[in-house]
């Protein structure tokens, strides 16, 4: 059984379908590709089939989303399965038949690389991956989407090398430096021997490149809080950079639901520092329902770890005690949309559809 088969039958299996398949299928496997000259066939037929590409994205996650076929119904399952992998089919016959026809387009290859990569094909897409760097060695997107294929599945030596080679050839791509981080800073053991580093050195390397993609996607809120949530597996807690990571994430936020879920952080920060009487303020400001249980497991924490303090008994609260652990750095196997300059597939990795809310 396939890799795209057990995730998709794993969604249909899952209380809420349209959740479960949108890491899956929601993000596109198209690639936009500018048409810096409107009559070469080649790159006009594979900007259609990119689109033909997405397309197929777009009708597969509406089947999903609108799927009620009942857990139990296994043949009518297989069934649905089928339709999709079919659906899928077209595309790759689509890829292949193209490459057979243009065999050195290294986009093309980059492109069906990132069809495969994205249903579940990871092996088949570093293929497709390798023969568009031969093409084209000087693409630092093939160098990045290698990065994360040896960064998921094993090769730790060749994603830190090939992140490097990726932001040697592009320094001014954010995604580099982010990926980059954050497989250094989950891959700790093997970033200190790797690079002869102390495991504060490989959190200050770490940190280093979040910063550097910062600077250049400074409005980023994922990618500022990928940052600052960084600082929770440090030890000693770093509170002011923690502090400071947190509230550059409240200053860029764009609506009421993203700026309390920020100030939860502030207030878990704060509790784990000790710095009490600054907590309840922050609670305060976080009435979203969504964050209720969170709000309720602070206050607690907060009350546990005063009296902690009065009793000179050891504090019940750290940043991951009586409380979910921060979410990890997601691996940047599936990278996130880079902006308006994801057009462009010679200079920056392709562009995926962000994850429905």
């Not at 077209?90 to 038949?97: L, P, R, T």
């Not at 502030?266 to 709000?295: C, P, S, Y």
């Amino acid at each position: 059984m396939s890799d795209l088969t057990i995730g998709l039958l794993s969604a249909l299996l899952a209380t809420n379908q349209p959740q479960a398949v949108s890491n899956l299928l929601y993000e596109h496997t198209g690639i936009s590709v500018p048409l810096a000259n409107a009559n070469d066939p080649e790159t006009l037929e594979l900007r259609k089939l990119m689109i033909a590409d997405d397309a197929a994205m777009d009708e597969v996650n509406a089947w999903m989303g609108t799927n009620h076929i009942p857990r139990t119904d296994t043949n009518g399952l297989a069934q649905f399965h089928a339709k999709i992998v079919a659906r899928f089919d077209e595309v790759k016959h689509g890829y292949q038949d193209f490459l057979r026809s243009n065999p050195t387009s290294a986009r093309g290859f980059l492109a069906y690389g990132s069809f495969l990569n994205d249903t579940g094909d990871e092996e088949g897409a570093k293929v497709q991956y390798e023969n568009s760097r031969q093409l084209d060695p000087k693409n630092p997107a093939v160098w990045n989407q290698l990065a994360n294929y040896y960064g998921e599945y094993g090769g730790l030596t060749n994603a830190f090398a090939y992140y490097a080679e990726a932001i040697r050839l592009d320094p001014s791509e954010p995604v580099y430096y982010q990926n980059f981080a954050t497989t250094v800073y989950l891959f700790r053991k093997d970033a200190r021997e790797f690079y002869g580093l102390t495991e504060q050195q490989v959190f200050d390397k770490a940190l280093g490149l979040y910063q550097q993609a910062m600077k250049l996607s400074p409005d980023n809120l994922v990618l500022a809080s990928d940052y600052a949530e960084s600082y929770y597996g440090i030890r000693p807690l770093r509170t002011q950079a923690a502090l400071a990571a947190w509230t550059n994430c409240l200053n860029i936020c764009k609506d009421d639901n993203e700026r309390e879920g920020v100030q939860i952080h502030l207030a878990r920060v704060k509790i784990a520092a000790g710095r009490f009487d600054e907590v309840q303020a922050h609670l305060d400001m976080v009435t979203n329902a969504v964050f209720a249980d969170m709000r309720k497991r602070l206050e607690r924490n907060l009350v546990n770890d005063r009296n902690a303090l009065m009793t000179n008994s050891a504090p019940s609260t750290s940043t991951n005690a009586s409380f979910p652990p921060a979410r990890p750095p997601a691996m940047p196997a599936a990278l996130r949309p880079v902006g308006p300059n994801a057009t462009n597939l010679l200079a920056v990795p392709p562009a995926l559809r962000p994850t429905a809310p």
